[in-house]
Nanobody, 117 residues
């Protein structure tokens, strides 16, 4: 089992910035992918950004150039720096840990991000 502890998020005006952090503990295998997904009311959960244990990143087109994902492998943490936020970024943001070899997903509890116009 892997446990994920998320922090950050909150309320910000359009154009502002927020930072999300996620710390993984428990059975944190070396070959993994960590990332952030978001779900707006009435919509499906979508990918925001991911980063592998090797440092490869992947971003949704809607956040490229505005969001930056990073990780500290020694501390098993992943951060999402969100800049130039827009109202359409409003959603619950979930941290995800993927055990690549076992194909097991673990999810955080979710953090609300609200961007006001």
């Amino acid at each position: 089992q892997v446990q994920l502890a998320e922090s950050g998020g909150g309320l910000v005006q359009t154009g502002g910035s927020l930072r999300l952090s996620c710390a993984a503990s428990g059975r944190v295998v070396a070959l993994n992918v960590m990332g952030w997904y978001r779900q707006a009311p009435g919509k499906q959960r979508d990918l925001v950004a991911t980063i592998s244990s090797g440092g490869d990143t992947n971003y949704a087109d809607s956040v490229k150039g505005r969001f930056t994902i990073s990780r500290t492998n020694g501390r098993n943490t992943v951060d999402l720096q969100m800049n130039t936020l827009k109202p359409e970024d409003t959603a619950i943001y979930y941290c995800k840990f993927l055990d690549v070899l076992q194909r097991l997903d673990y999810w955080g509890q979710g953090n609300q991000v609200t961007v006001t116009s």
